[in-house]
């Protein structure tokens, strides 16, 4: 038993390790690696820029055939040199980043060079979709929706994809992706409702192409074949969509991705949306090749070979024809296994794209040493919460106990703002924007300067690595707690509570090498320090699950899952900032451990831990309250629910969201 228990620990420490370096490697940078840009011609300042930003420059006639490129979806930007001055096009539904990133490295170099510069934005992003994420949180309800109903199937049929799944598995295809249209489009407005009909195909053959691969790997292996769909399409082919725009991921990613549903998936949905649908023939190869190769796999082998039984005896036809069989018992249990997943898909859908797709600030807390004329005009275009301080030394002091996300400092001879890029990767860009905005209309000068405590570490520029890194955390908590329920065949035991405060430690443990040492997503000095905070995420996650498991059965990872995951995760606020959610999220992201955790965690790291007594208080409650709950429910021997190695629970286990901005 013991043997089974460590590797069972083992698989989860070796997937939350895997899916830490795979998330934070592919996301921490966001920076341009040989993307493609157009040129009508030399110009110093393109050689200047590519000497610095890994660029690849295509040769074009004039604008309208750089325009024309672009409207095929095949350049993150272009410059146009003239005789007085020069043209640089940007295309934000490229990449919100990339274009940030472009327009940086042009402007400075322009300015340097004495040489006039016009920045032009083709294919700008809407409101709506402001930081190009939608394509992504579109992925990920179909990615995961897909997945589960193929699991979930094997469990309810306890056949490993008979023939007639392939007809199921695209029947469900098509009514999630109904459902996810109808609720991302004119549900939520994620997207113009004209779009509904074009993307409705895309949204089928993206789920059609996870579910019905998902099925021939558990044909073809087994029960393993779900651990290798997870490990394959979520955490390495997840990590590799390209949300942000494929050319900022590594090359490494770029190329893994590539062969993979996640990042072809992707670049549909974002051609499609905002490119007329150009460009999209090797997406629809790629995913129409996965659905193949798997209707293929499950139909070839269900002909010829004889349907694999998991964990017990499959439905026959023999059994159905006894006095006491119940011939409709399994298309229910068939219906019901599909209609969890559609619950979970509606759910991802609904949660993620409300609190991400449109983040807009609202009450940005910002403080201000004196009255302004730019700070009123500022004020107009975007929601701010300005707190008046008697001078510089008391903001940066506000700033340093992590409470204003950004400074105004008036002067007799100019105006400098200050913004804090270790609170929010979006809040600088927008006061600095707007503030920059204001003061040109005004004719008064401003200057903008980041000021932090600590500096980011350089390998994660827009601090996004706290963010990331707390995915795995959280889904490694959970999936400890069900595989080792799975294993033991019991929710209780004396050894429950110290196994998984040992895993919690461990796992910590291994995420911090991975993250810090490894990849050197933040100060090396912080590494002891965070260790025992990660260890407290874990630990947090797991308990729950554990006494949720031991009340509920299955349905209590479930209910985890919706409570950390599709509750939790979408209320922490993450890298954007607690003020660019939504009311309904900001409300009850306070009550629940993912904000908590990722505000100990960031101001650990770059606030030397001001402002996370609250946050620790929580964390705390959640810890002590389920490991209580967990000795009474041990030490009075209440009955425990049956477990089998193959459970909803399980399945529901290994579901983790991807693609988006986190």
Not at 1 to 20: D, E, N, P, T
Not at 180 to 200: K, Q, V
Request: proline share 7%.
């Amino acid at each position: 038993m013991m043997k089974r228990i460590l590797a069972a620990l083992g698989i989860v420490l070796v997937l939350q390790s895997l899916f830490a370096l795979c998330l934070v490697s592919s996301l921490q940078l966001l920076v341009l690696r040989n993307a493609p840009i157009g040129v009508t011609g030399a110009s110093p300042v393109v050689d200047a820029v590519t000497s610095k930003v890994s660029l690849q420059r295509l040769s074009y006639t004039d604008e309208s055939d750089v325009l024309e490129a672009i409207d095929q979806s095949k350049l993150y930007g272009a410059y146009l040199p003239g005789l007085k001055s020069d043209t640089l096009i940007v295309v934000p539904a490229k990449s919100f980043f990339g274009r940030v990133e472009l327009e940086a490295a042009f402007e400075d170099v322009a300015k340097k060079l004495h040489r006039p510069l016009t920045v032009k934005t083709v294919k700008p992003l809407p409101m709506s979709d402001r930081l190009g994420g939608v394509s992504g949180l579109l992925l990920i309800p179909l990615l995961i929706g897909g997945y589960l109903a193929a699991v979930l199937v094997l469990k309810a049929t306890r056949t490993a994809a008979a023939p007639w799944h392939v007809a199921m598995l695209l029947g469900y295809s098509t009514v999630g992706a109904v459902l996810t249209d109808l609720i991302a489009g004119p549900g939520i407005g994620a997207y113009e409702n004209s779009h509904f009909w074009p993307l409705l195909p895309c949204f089928i053959l993206i789920a059609a192409s996870v579910t019905l691969a998902a099925a021939a790997f558990q044909r073809l292996i087994g029960p393993l074949g779900t651990l290798v769909v997870a490990t394959l399409f979520i955490i390495v082919g997840g990590a590799a969509a390209g949300g942000v725009g494929v050319f900022l991921l590594p090359d490494y990613w770029q190329h893994i991705g590539a062969v993979f549903p996640p990042q072809q998936g992707i670049t549909l949905l974002r051609n499609v949306i905002y490119f007329d649908g150009n460009n999209i023939t090797t997406p629809l190869i790629v995913l129409g090749l996965y659905a193949l190769a798997g209707g293929v796999i499950i139909g070839y082998l269900g002909r010829w070979r004889p349907v694999k039984k998991i964990g017990g005896k499959a439905p026959s036809h023999r059994a159905e024809s006894t006095p006491t069989a119940s011939p409709g018992r399994p298309v229910v249990a068939v219906l019901a296994a599909l209609a969890v997943a559609a619950v979970m898909q509606c759910l991802f859908t609904a949660n993620y794209m409300s609190s991400a797709h449109e983040p807009v600030a609202t009450d940005l807390p910002i403080g201000a040493t004196g009255a302004s004329p730019i700070l009123n005009a500022a004020r107009k275009n975007l929601s701010l919460k300005v707190t008046q301080y008697p001078d510089e030394t008391a903001v940066k002091d506000a700033i340093d106990q992590a409470k204003i996300y950004g400074a105004l400092i008036p002067g007799t001879t100019s105006n400098t703002l200050l913004v804090v890029p270790t609170l929010s990767d979006v809040a600088p860009l927008d006061l600095a924007g707007n503030f920059e905005e204001a003061a040109k209309k005004l004719r008064q000068p401003l200057h903008v300067e980041q000021y932090a405590p600590h500096p980011l570490a350089k390998k994660d520029p827009f601090g996004l690595v706290e963010s990331l890194m707390l995915v795995p955390l959280l889904v490694g908590g959970y999936m400890a707690a069900t595989m080792l329920r799975a294993t033991t065949g019991t929710s209780v035991g004396r050894w429950r509570l110290p196994a998984l405060a040992g895993f919690a430690v461990l796992a910590a443990l291994l995420v911090n090498l991975v993250v810090c040492t490894w990849l050197k997503g933040y100060p090396a000095q912080k590494f002891w320090i965070v260790w025992p905070i990660l260890a407290l995420i874990v630990a947090v996650v797991a308990l729950i699950a554990a006494v949720l498991q031991k009340l509920l059965g299955a349905a209590g990872t479930l209910l985890t899952v919706v409570v950390v995951m599709l509750f939790g995760n979408p209320s922490s606020g993450g890298a954007n900032g607690v003020p660019y959610l939504p009311a309904f999220w900001r409300a009850i992201g306070p009550y629940l451990p993912p904000r908590n955790a990722y505000i100990l965690l960031r101001n650990t790291i770059y606030f030397d831990g001001h402002g996370t007594t609250q946050a620790l208080i929580v964390l705390l409650i959640y810890l002590v309250v389920p490991a209580v709950a967990l000795l009474l429910l041990y030490r009075f021997r209440t009955p425990d629910s049956h477990v089998t190695p193959e459970t909803e629970a399980e399945a529901t286990a290994l579901t983790v969201p991807v693609g988006g901005l986190p």
